[in-house]
């Protein structure tokens, strides 16, 4: 049972655009979404973070959306750089369940100068 | 500030061996937990270890073992490895949890089982 998904495999976007990465999740218990950032052959890095009383954070070029209602989250990256291409996971925890992340599939971006 | 670091990067073993990985968190950060990344079931969580205590369980066989000490360092065992094992094990590290609070993850640990 896939609690969270990402569905689109792969995104191609060209540099100065805007990136769109989605998810969807199907578990009304999670308050807590990460997005993560990987290199293969590298850990996960941190991006940015939304806690269910929001619905909107911004940290420099990266904004997520929350809409609790559709149970869905978006990433946006403007303007896209070529640097951004790698593979972005959301993933998702709820407040009693510690540091548990549950993890979607994952979207490979490639941005194109 | 030193990140979490994983040890060994990468390691071969053979079916049936045993191994362990060990994991240093982020100075302060209590909570340690453990996932295995494969491309066909993606980043998946094992366990986590919180005050020297586990605190949540992933759907993993009891092969998968794990432990944290008193300074946070952590430590996974896998038991009677199967090929089906092979895998980057990635560790994670945050002050008290996921909720409102980031989580740091390792460069990982490549398994090869073979």
């Known amino acids: 049972d896939q609690q969270v998904k990402q569905n689109s495999p792969s995104l191609s976007v060209q540099e100065g655009r805007i990136s769109i990465l989605n998810c969807d999740y199907t578990?009304?218990?999670?308050?807590?979404f990460l997005w993560y950032k990987k290199y293969p052959a590298e850990g996960p890095t941190f991006l940015i973070s939304?806690?269910?009383?929001?619905d909107k954070n911004e940290d420099g070029r990266f904004t997520v959306f929350l809409n609790k209602s559709a149970k869905h989250l978006s990433l946006h990256i403007v303007p896209s750089q070529p640097g951004d291409s790698a593979v972005y996971f959301c993933?998702?925890?709820?407040?009693?369940?510690?540091?548990?992340?549950?993890f979607g599939q994952g979207t490979e971006l490639s941005v194109k100068p | 500030k030193a990140g979490v670091t994983q040890t060994p990067r990468y390691l071969i073993k053979t079916r049936g061996q045993q191994v362990t990985l060990s994991c240093s968190p982020i100075?302060?950060?209590?909570?340690v937990s453990w996932y295995q990344q494969t491309p066909g079931q993606g980043l998946q969580f094992l366990f986590e270890?919180?005050?020297?205590?586990?605190?949540n369980k992933g759907n993993f066989p009891g092969r998968f073992s794990g432990r944290q000490f008193s300074n946070s360092r952590s430590e996974m065992n896998v038991s009677t490895l199967e090929l089906g094992d092979s895998a980057l094990y990635l560790c994670?590290?945050?002050?008290?949890?996921?909720?409102?609070?980031?989580?740091?993850f390792g460069e990982g640990s490549w398994l090869t089982v073979v």
């Open positions: 994670a590290s945050s002050l008290m949890g996921a909720f409102g609070n980031t989580i740091y």
């Open positions: 100075s302060g950060h209590r909570s």
């Open positions: 270890y919180f005050s020297e205590t586990q605190r």
């Open positions: 578990n009304s218990m999670f308050d807590y």
């Open positions: 939304i806690s269910s009383i929001k």
């Open positions: 993933a998702a925890s709820s407040y009693n369940q510690g540091g548990k992340l549950i």
